[in-house]
């Protein structure tokens, strides 16, 4: 099998979505809630809503919100290195 900058960014995606989702179960279980600890920035108005962009006959809205925790940074970590054991 061959690796490719393709398989990789699979992987990094995928373990960005599951250390995502195990962080966000982890967070009422006491022992486990630092891996929801975390930080989330983005583009967004001076309201916290997506920027609008008003042209009179066309309106774009345009957002994005990103949070890294903990548990996503572990997949991250996780992913890479079955990358390397391909």
């Not at 995606?13 to 995502?20: A, K, M, N, P």
């Not at 195990?22 to 583009?43: E, H, M, P, V």
């Amino acid at each position: 099998m061959s690796k490719n900058s393709w398989t990789l960014l699979l992987l990094l995606l995928s373990g960005v979505v599951l250390g995502g989702f195990l962080g966000y179960l982890a967070r009422d279980i006491s022992w486990l809630s630092w891996l929801n600890y975390g930080q989330t920035f983005g583009l967004t108005g001076a309201d916290g809503s997506a920027l609008l962009l008003d042209l009179g006959v066309l309106k774009l809205q345009f957002g994005l919100q990103i949070k890294i925790t903990i548990a996503s940074i572990l997949g991250i970590v996780i992913a890479f290195l079955l990358y390397r054991r391909l």
